[in-house]
């Protein structure tokens, strides 16, 4: 049905942007509550013609006289927001999470490293907890973003602050990637990581605006007591929690493609089949992409525990080849991205996958072989994602042996897999969730290198 005519000025008023909406009935009572990445997009859509409703849908959408809504900054806090008014409003419509029995809440434990939780079972009363909350899923998507931003710890160490063993403790892939501070390594003080807790907590409860104005407040103080690395992480923290409104959807954050399996079921079943040493926690995919022999450019996207870091995906314009060579333009990616790594003592990912067949494989492993043997580094002219070149002169080569991680290929149509220990070719069903996993890394590979194309060709047609 298309929009009411009672309805059509509140409609309109409802902005493209993150929040909740609130359906009254003729009586004012609030009868449904929902959260929505757009508003005037989603509430449009219960009164689209083309899409059929459910009888339940159907009588919602014939008792709405009134639509309120709340805009917020992002949909996680959307998300917060809708949890909280369900648990307040009682809406008739939403009849699954109206009841406290059974949904997930929050937990931060009672120690001195405290750990998040999200579970069921509120039964330690050391603990703290938030919630409940509707989605354990949306729960624990929103929680992985928002470690980036509050970086707390995931392991399940006993971590003392004053351990002389957290001396010699390596951090693991958590610190490397920029969500967590490895206080199991001594690299951060029980204060402040119960500081970085205590924001999160805030922002858990709905408020965001208080975070930004503590972190703004202490960042500032930081600085003018000369406080300068702290002052440096402070800001740092204020601008990831600034980027959520930026990106608004968790889409736009977590999922680039849509993976219509478990993620770690897929990382699992890829261990199984390829018989890597270790689960491929950590896969980068590279591909290539140019027109007609100019503006050849490379993407490289990185994928953590089954889901994409977007923050460590980088884009290379390839300098040091001439004309349409794909295994080339491979080479001088591997060897400028892996080079790189050995030499500033990087962990390396543990499975790399090319978008091709077993040249492209091949030329991989070429320049794995070069870089591992100390026989190559990156071009000198590289340049590297923004076209920014690093002038600090490289550090040399480690001569300790390496782990080089595992290598594969995916060639599409067929969609074969392709290792150095299978170069015949593994066939999965389309369906396997392994294969699901390689596809999507491929897929995200291949967007990530025409976008980046597809700017370099704009800014040529703007300069000619």
Not at 405 to 426: C, F, V
Request: with cysteine.
């Amino acid at each position: 049905m298309a929009v009411p005519d009672f309805l059509k000025p509140q409609f309109d008023a409802l902005p493209d942007a993150p929040g909740v909406y609130i359906y009254k009935d003729d009586g004012e009572h609030e009868i449904y509550v929902g959260k929505a990445v757009s508003l005037r997009k989603r509430v449009r859509q219960y009164f689209d013609d083309k899409r059929p409703l459910d009888l339940k849908t159907a009588d919602l959408v014939s008792r709405i006289r009134h639509i309120d809504f709340i805009e917020c900054q992002s949909e996680v806090e959307a998300f917060l927001l809708e949890n909280r008014l369900i648990k307040d409003l009682q809406p008739q419509f939403n009849m699954r999470a109206k009841s406290d029995v059974n949904f997930p809440v929050v937990e931060v434990t009672d120690e001195e490293f405290p750990r998040i939780i999200v579970t069921r079972d509120r039964s330690n009363k050391a603990s703290r907890y938030y919630g409940p909350f509707v989605s354990a899923s949306w729960l624990r998507t929103a929680l992985q973003i928002l470690q980036r931003v509050f970086k707390y710890r995931t392991c399940n160490l006993d971590i003392k602050e004053d351990d002389p063993k957290n001396r010699f403790f390596r951090p693991c892939l958590e610190y490397h990637i920029g969500r967590c501070k490895a206080p199991c390594a001594g690299l951060q003080t029980s204060a402040d990581y119960k500081a970085d807790l205590r924001r999160l907590t805030l922002f858990l409860q709905g408020r965001s605006s208080e975070v930004e104005r503590d972190l703004e407040r202490e960042m500032k103080l930081a600085a003018k007591e000369r406080r300068y690395e702290e002052a440096a992480g402070l800001r740092d923290t204020l601008k990831a929690l600034q980027s959520l409104r930026a990106r608004g959807s968790l889409e736009d954050e977590m999922e680039p493609g849509v993976l219509h399996i478990d993620p770690k079921e897929g990382v699992s079943q890829l261990n199984d089949i390829l018989k890597t040493p270790t689960p491929p926690r950590r896969i980068e995919g590279i591909d290539i992409a140019h027109l007609h022999g100019s503006e050849t450019v490379g993407s490289l996207v990185s994928f953590v525990d089954g889901l994409p870091s977007r923050e460590r995906y980088r884009r290379f314009r390839i300098k040091t080849v001439a004309g349409v060579d794909d295994f080339a333009s491979i080479r001088e990616i591997v060897s400028r991205r892996y080079g790189r790594m050995l030499r500033e003592g990087s962990p390396l990912p543990d499975l790399i996958l090319i978008d091709g067949g077993l040249g492209q494989l091949h030329a991989a492993q070429q320049a794995l072989r070069s870089i591992q043997s100390g026989g190559a580094e990156a071009p000198t002219n590289a340049v590297a994602e923004a076209d920014v070149v690093d002038a600090t002169p490289p550090a040399p080569v480690p001569s300790a042996p390496v782990q080089m991680p595992y290598l594969a290929s995916l060639a599409k149509k067929e969609e074969i897999i392709h290792t150095l220990d299978h170069p015949e070719g593994i066939r999965l069903p389309r369906r396997s969730p392994a294969l699901r996993m390689l596809q999507y890394v491929r897929d995200e590979a291949h967007r990530f290198a025409r976008h980046y194309h597809h700017i370099l060709r704009r800014k040529r047609v703007l300069d000619e």
